[in-house]
């Protein structure tokens, strides 16, 4: 099983829509959780972490659930500069490395 | 807002090379981070640096890899003999305190190796 799974997508949506994206990882002792964004070419930015009670920023909605090893982002009112590839990314308490998956890709479109 | 920086954006260097990238992690931070992505694929973890010494590295850091800190701003990747493969982007990223807190990320330095 790898270690974490996103749909690579493309998800093409138009803009005003709402989104979500799923991921499951495969260690159970991953701690700490991130959405990530990607730009082409460019480097992964912290879009937000993610928290057990679930959290929100804005637009963006990121959910947790350990027991299914599951994580989600709702972005709503989508915006063209949202376009980019999002990247679940969690962590291990005993290691810091972050792993990533292959993303999914988002293209809003006017 | 402080950020992490790398030299050069950009790389090209014929096989058997030697090439050294360059970072400036943000300035209180002290765990130190490489990662390369090639081009249509995942990031991947290189390895991690903390207190002068290697903390993690991962398989595809060889000895032909090596990191230091060699003053107290900049973080260096070296690859001493480069290959065909090690063609991809390369990321340095920072972190004040391990464990829960995220990495920030540089823009990356593109290496093509001919």
């Known amino acids: 099983r790898k270690e974490v799974e996103q749909d690579p997508g493309p998800f093409n949506v138009p803009e005003g829509a709402t989104v979500a994206f799923n991921c499951t990882y495969s260690?159970?002792?991953?701690?700490?959780f991130f959405w990530y964004r990607q730009d082409c070419r460019k480097e992964p930015k912290l879009l937000m972490s993610?928290?057990?009670s679930g959290n929100e920023d804005g637009r963006f909605t990121a959910q947790l659930n350990r027991a299914s090893q599951y994580i989600s982002l709702l972005i709503r009112d989508s915006k063209l500069s949202d376009s980019a590839t999002y990247l679940c990314?969690?962590?291990?308490?005993?290691?810091?490395?972050?792993?990533f998956g292959t993303g999914t890709r988002l293209q809003v479109f006017p | 807002e402080p950020e992490v920086t790398q030299t050069p954006s950009h790389q090209v260097t014929q096989m058997g090379q030697e090439v050294i990238l360059r970072c400036v992690p943000i300035?209180?931070?002290?765990?130190f981070y490489w990662y390369r992505q090639i081009l249509g694929q995942k990031v991947e973890f290189l390895v991690s640096?903390?207190?002068?010494?290697?903390?993690?590295k991962s398989e595809i850091f060889d000895d032909q890899f090596s990191v230091e800190r060699p003053d107290g701003s900049n973080f260096t990747l070296k690859i001493r003999s480069t290959k065909l493969e090690d063609s991809a982007m390369y990321f340095c990223?920072?972190?004040?305190?391990?464990?829960?807190?995220?990495?920030?990320f540089g823009p990356g330095t593109r290496l093509l190796v001919l």
């Open positions: 990314v969690p962590s291990s308490y005993n290691t810091d490395k972050l792993i």
């Open positions: 260690n159970s002792a991953s701690q700490s």
């Open positions: 993610v928290y057990s």
């Open positions: 300035s209180n931070h002290l765990y």
């Open positions: 640096f903390y207190n002068n010494e290697i903390s993690e």
């Open positions: 990223a920072s972190v004040q305190r391990e464990g829960l807190e995220t990495q920030y």
